[in-house]
């Protein structure tokens, strides 16, 4: 009995020791303004973005139509660069409209929002698969990049919202459902999304242009104005 007594005080000791150095439950851990955390992501966004252009060329060689011609040659990486735009466009619209509905992030939620804007580093490195690729053989390689870069910031940006709202950080969660209620739209369609985002995935290296299709309408999507940007909405300092 005693040496059960005595494994239980070290027991306590040693979990005692552990909340003194770390604060692993959410419900202990404070909240911290978005303002230093929205300018980090702006900043990642911003770099991503300038890094698409810069496999961009001009030679010296003005002959002829040869000014021509080098667009002509860069043609696949111009397009590859306008959709690597959107799709970064994407990510800052979705992340700045989940940001300005919570009223503070804690600890995780902060690495949930980190490891979305990871995601966002590896655009340019996709896009250029997908121009290098482009008219070859392996084009679906470039397109499975681009896809599964989108799927895995779709399904953080969905496990940051979940995490937000049953942890109370939104600034007006929505109200409970009540039992035998549909779903609402919205939800819907952000099922919607996370399911055309692993049909992309999988579809892939089978029809690479209709995966890739489905890339853009997903990410054309995020640039609408949904009914969380009205007037009167959280956030909303007007």
């Known amino acids: 009995m005693n040496a059960r007594m005595g494994g239980d005080v070290s027991g306590a000791k040693k979990q005692s020791v552990l909340r003194q150095v770390y604060t692993l439950s959410p419900r202990d851990q404070a909240l911290h303004s978005t303002h230093r955390l929205v300018v980090f992501t702006d900043g990642i966004l911003a770099i991503a973005a300038t890094l698409l252009v810069l496999d961009l060329k001009v030679g010296d060689d003005v002959v002829g139509n040869a000014l021509s011609q080098q667009v002509r040659s860069q043609g696949a990486s111009l397009a590859s660069i ?70 895995i910031s779709t399904l953080l940006s969905v496990l940051s919202a979940r995490y937000a709202h049953r942890h109370g950080l939104q600034i007006a969660p929505p109200p409970a459902r009540p039992k035998g209620q549909h779903r609402p739209v919205s939800l819907i369609i952000w099922y919607v999304i996370v399911a055309l985002s692993v049909l992309a995935v999988v579809i892939a290296p089978l029809a690479p242009w209709p995966a890739l299709g489905i890339i853009f309408l997903t990410r054309v999507s995020a640039l609408m104005p949904l009914g969380s940007d009205r007037r009167g909405q959280p956030g909303d300092i007007s």
């Open 82 to 151: 306008f959709l690597g735009f959107l799709w970064i466009a994407g990510t800052w619209v979705l992340s700045h409209r989940q940001i300005r509905q919570l009223r503070g992030v804690d600890h995780y939620m902060s690495l949930y929002i980190l490891a979305s804007t990871l995601t966002v580093t590896l655009i340019p490195f996709a896009t250029k698969l997908l121009a290098a690729g482009y008219g070859k053989a392996d084009f679906w390689v470039g397109v499975e990049a681009v896809s599964t870069v989108i799927l």
